[in-house]
Nanobody, 113 residues
Framework: QVQLVESGGGSVQAGGSLRLSCAASGRFFFNSMAWYRQAPGKQRELVAKITGGGSRNYADSVKGRFTISRDIARNTLYLQMNSLTPEDTAVYYC????????WGQGTQVTVSS
């Protein structure tokens, strides 16, 4: 049974930073992992993705501010978020693409102006 457990969300003022973590457990084949987010009334959107080969891509809205990384030994995915703005407020979800997609439960990030 694959499980993804996110942590690190919270409330921060604009300009601040947060680091999200996603710990993966169970047996899986790694294709890619990613962070998505969903703001109230909006569709879930891709924030950042990292592939097995180490390639990273980012949504235009977070380029230069967010960094996705992965600790292979710990099976943990990270998202370092800097220069946060109120527009970054959302529930952030960890995604693992293996033989199928797995999702974490989500962690709330709230950025106040």
């Amino acid at each position: 049974q694959v499980q993804l457990v996110e942590s690190g969300g919270g409330s921060v003022q604009a300009g601040g930073s947060l680091r999200l973590s996603c710990a993966a457990s169970g047996r899986f084949f790694f294709n890619s992992m990613a962070w998505y987010r969903q703001a109230p009334g909006k569709q879930r959107e891709l924030v950042a993705k990292i592939t097995g080969g180490g390639s990273r891509n980012y949504a235009d809205s977070v380029k230069g501010r967010f960094t996705i990384s992965r600790d292979i030994a710990r099976n943990t995915l990270y998202l370092q978020m800097n220069s946060l703005t109120p527009e970054d407020t959302a529930v952030y979800y960890c995604n693992l693409n293996s033989m199928r997609d797995y999702w974490g439960q989500g962690t709330q990030v709230t950025v106040s102006s």
